[in-house]
């Protein structure tokens, strides 16, 4: 998806989340910001720690880092 929106939007700079390539699922194309599947977030951290692990460094360490008007878009998709 990454590879998609960055040909799509070649003059455009996103800034990317290291290491959740594979839970991008768009771009806002009012913001130019990134979109996340905070589900899929969460399974790429869960690979490594426990679903309780994965949720608390993702709430603390991901969706809550302010990195300017470029911050990604965390779309929570999960309501299980």
Same mark, same amino acid.
């Given at each position: 998806? $990454?590879?998609?929106?960055?040909?799509?939007?070649?003059?455009?700079?996103? $800034?990317?989340?290291?290491?959740?390539?594979?839970?991008?699922?768009?771009?806002?194309?009012?913001?130019?910001? $990134?979109?996340?599947?905070?589900?899929?977030?969460?399974?790429? $951290?869960?690979?490594?720690?426990?679903?309780?692990?994965?949720?608390?460094?993702?709430?603390?360490?991901?969706?809550?880092?302010?990195?300017?008007?470029?911050?990604?878009?965390?779309?929570?998709?999960?309501?299980?």
């Amino acid at each position: 998806m $990454l590879e998609a929106i960055i040909d799509c939007y070649e003059d455009e700079e996103f $800034l990317i989340a290291d290491g959740f390539d594979d839970a991008i699922i768009g771009v806002d194309s009012n913001s130019m910001r $990134l979109i996340y599947s905070v589900k899929k977030c969460l399974e790429i $951290l869960m690979q490594e720690m426990t679903a309780e692990e994965a949720r608390e460094h993702f709430d603390f360490n991901v969706s809550g880092a302010y990195m300017g008007e470029n911050t990604p878009i965390w779309c929570e998709d999960d309501f299980e």
